[in-house]
């Protein structure tokens, strides 16, 4: 079980041959690494299936190698977007192995052994997340790395300090870790070392990053959507090619905004990020990185609050409207996109 979806292994991935998954979207949802929160967001699970199903379909058009199959109709059929007659919330694809680095103490801190992820290794997720950034929204990490000094505008290609808001030139490539208990952001050289990528491998991730950044901002435009961020999970297959795993073009992987106004997970991070638990989980992410806990979540001193229930009903029609508007499909009977919109404009200001 994830945090917001399920996984059923129809058939096991062998060291040299991908198996067959499913994965069952349910309507949790997660914020800041935390897991499971308290309580659903009505339509969502559904809503994440038919978008990250329309995308992948898309991609596989443009000649991206996906590991997607198709999704699973209430007959147990696997069948295309269009085939289906209604919504569902499971999605077939093909598995890969999952190996994930050992964690040790290493004077005083937590580190992660990778050095079985060789350039020889096939058939496996590359346990990373490959981040492209096409603008940068308020609440984007940039802002507070730079400030902390863990990035620089060198290494981001900026010639000056960005303003919440800012569309870039050019998008910034960003990678950061996937397996690990936080995700920690890395240089593409730490990347290349850990996940065994070779240098043509490396190019050929960025190579790939740049076009399924297209076809998604090309979906969200349909929708009036500007796609300011998101991220993409890669895996190699049996013959180590590259394909695009997980999902993909989602409110959930993608900071899309409207007219400035976020339309994403972003929604509930800025409610809790005024809650005291965000400050508990940020001072509990940093003790453990100093004393080298592993589950930080166990130190951390309060537990996350519910969402505010007319919040949590915006959101969950902004999931199912999204849905209807980026597939062109009127999959969920909701409200139209601009009027879920402007209700939560009206909640907001």
Same mark, same amino acid.
């Not at 040299?16 to 339509?43: K, Q």
């Given at each position: 079980? $994830? ?9 096991? =991935? ?48 443009? $000649?991206?190698? %996906? ?7 209430? #007959? ?5 977007? #269009? ?5 569902? /919330? ?17 004077? $005083? ?17 590359? =346990? ?35 303003? =919440? ?21 890395? %240089? ?61 073009? %989602? ?5 899309? %905004? ?90 907001? /200001?």
């Amino acid at each position: 079980m $994830g945090s917001v979806k399920d996984l059923e292994i129809v058939k096991k =991935p062998t060291e040299n041959a991908m198996g067959v998954g499913r994965f069952h979207f349910s309507d949790r949802y997660s914020v800041f690494d935390w897991g499971e929160m308290p309580d659903n967001i009505d339509g969502k699970g559904a809503a994440l299936c038919m978008m990250g199903a329309y995308c992948f379909e898309r991609l596989e058009e443009k $000649g991206i190698k %996906t590991h997607y199959r198709g999704l699973v109709s209430t #007959d147990d059929k696997v069948v295309a977007f #269009d085939e289906l007659k209604q919504p569902t /919330s499971i999605m077939e694809f093909n598995l890969v192995n999952v190996y994930k680095p050992k964690a040790y103490k290493e004077n $005083g801190k937590l580190v992660y052994d990778y050095s079985f992820f060789t350039t020889a290794l096939r058939n496996y997720l590359i =346990p990373l997340e490959i981040i492209y950034r096409n603008g940068l929204p308020e609440g984007s990490s940039i802002f507070k790395r730079l400030e902390q000094g863990t990035i620089t505008l060198q290494e981001l290609g900026l010639d000056h300090n960005p303003k =919440p808001g800012e569309k870039l030139a050019k998008p910034i490539f960003d990678v950061s870790t996937k397996l690990e208990e936080s995700d920690r952001y890395l %240089t593409w050289k730490e990347a290349k070392r850990i996940a065994g990528l070779t240098d043509g491998k490396v190019a050929a991730v960025r190579e790939v990053l740049l076009r399924a950044n297209n076809v998604i901002s090309e979906i969200a435009a349909v929708a009036q959507l500007e796609n300011e961020d998101g991220k993409i999970e890669l895996a190699f297959d049996s013959e180590r090619k590259l394909m695009i795993v997980d999902i993909v073009g %989602t409110l959930d992987e993608c900071r899309f %905004t409207y007219k400035g106004l976020h339309v994403s997970k972003e929604v509930a991070r800025q409610f809790y990020r005024k809650t005291e638990w965000y400050s508990d989980v940020e001072n509990a992410k940093k003790t453990a990185e100093k004393q080298g806990i592993k589950d930080w979540k166990r130190i951390c001193k309060s537990q996350p609050p519910r969402l505010d229930p007319q919040l949590r009903m915006i959101i969950s029609e902004m999931y199912m409207a999204a849905a209807n508007e980026l597939t062109r499909h009127r999959l969920f009977d909701v409200s139209r996109f601009v009027e879920v919109i402007k209700k939560y404009r009206g909640y907001v /200001s």
